[in-house]
């Protein structure tokens, strides 16, 4: 289902129309600076890839079907580690108040989240450490190529880490039916999370699909 959607929103003239309907609401003049000064900054996996607008709004929409957003306006979302911003601006502009956080200092992430508009805060999420307790929660919590886990180091984050992590999430973000989606990055062996992470993220009723986790508060 999801190779489907991917390759209707890579080739169907209605997701072009879609995506030219993201592109109206930006300003392009400004876009093409920021592209023209960070497209060669950091290279592929680095966040000059970022510079690829329609690849990235096409990414952003393959997401806001993936956490169940079709169709649906009106909601409180805040997505974690949002980089440039994609993900909230497409909410903003699908009606939903969308919220972001990512750490302090990035220039490129600044200038783009500020040129999509996006609310977001500065926060460095660490292992054990509290998240801010903001004056509102969250319908839906986001986070897309995870790597405030201390992905593809030897501090990846286990079952501790994370275990604190989602109990903070449940007490200071999510409203009661909450839905906290996910998305992992493919760390160096291969996998998305090991067993034991499965196994704990099973045993707080996530539904688990190839390198999402997704709960329902
Ligand atoms: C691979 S990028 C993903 C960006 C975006 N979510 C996406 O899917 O395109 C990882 C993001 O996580 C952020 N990040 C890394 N460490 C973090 C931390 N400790 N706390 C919060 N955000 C962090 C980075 O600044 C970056 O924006």
Same mark, same amino acid.
């Given at each position: 289902m999801? !190779?489907? *959607?991917t390759w209707f929103l890579k080739n169907s003239s209605v997701a072009n129309q879609e995506i030219d309907f993201h592109k109206s609401k930006?300003? #392009?003049?400004?876009?093409?600076? /920021?592209?023209?000064?960070y497209k060669n900054e950091s290279p592929d996996p680095g966040f000059s890839k970022y510079t690829?607008?329609? #690849?990235f709004l096409k990414i952003a929409l393959s997401h806001y079907d993936l956490v169940g957003l079709t169709n649906k306006t009106g909601l409180s979302v805040l997505?974690?580690?949002? @980089?440039?911003?994609y993900f909230p601006f497409i909410c903003s502009n699908f009606g939903h108040a969308a919220r972001a956080m990512d750490v302090p200092n990035h220039s490129f992430y600044n200038e783009m989240t500020d040129l999509l508009g996006v609310n977001r805060f500065e926060h460095s999420i660490q292992a054990f450490e509290?998240?801010?307790?903001?004056?509102? #929660? !969250?319908? =839906?919590?986001? +986070? !897309?190529? /995870?790597c405030f886990n201390c992905h593809a180091s030897d +501090? =990846?984050? @286990?079952?501790?880490?994370? @275990?604190? !992590?989602?109990?903070?999430?449940? *007490? $200071?973000? +999510?409203e009661p039916k909450a839905i906290l989606f996910l998305k992992f990055n493919r760390e160096p062996n291969g996998s998305f999370f090991s067993?034991?992470?499965?196994? $704990?993220?099973?045993?707080?009723?996530?539904?688990?699909?190839?390198?999402?986790?997704?709960?329902? $508060?």
């Amino acid at each position: 289902m999801n !190779f489907i *959607k991917t390759w209707f929103l890579k080739n169907s003239s209605v997701a072009n129309q879609e995506i030219d309907f993201h592109k109206s609401k930006l300003d #392009r003049a400004r876009f093409g600076d /920021i592209r023209d000064r960070y497209k060669n900054e950091s290279p592929d996996p680095g966040f000059s890839k970022y510079t690829e607008l329609d #690849r990235f709004l096409k990414i952003a929409l393959s997401h806001y079907d993936l956490v169940g957003l079709t169709n649906k306006t009106g909601l409180s979302v805040l997505d974690i580690g949002t @980089g440039p911003g994609y993900f909230p601006f497409i909410c903003s502009n699908f009606g939903h108040a969308a919220r972001a956080m990512d750490v302090p200092n990035h220039s490129f992430y600044n200038e783009m989240t500020d040129l999509l508009g996006v609310n977001r805060f500065e926060h460095s999420i660490q292992a054990f450490e509290p998240l801010p307790q903001l004056s509102q #929660r !969250f319908d =839906l919590i986001t +986070a !897309f190529a /995870i790597c405030f886990n201390c992905h593809a180091s030897d +501090a =990846l984050w @286990g079952v501790e880490e994370w @275990g604190f !992590f989602l109990s903070d999430i449940r *007490k $200071y973000m +999510a409203e009661p039916k909450a839905i906290l989606f996910l998305k992992f990055n493919r760390e160096p062996n291969g996998s998305f999370f090991s067993d034991e992470l499965r196994e $704990y993220f099973n045993s707080e009723g996530a539904n688990i699909n190839y390198d999402s986790v997704r709960i329902e $508060y």
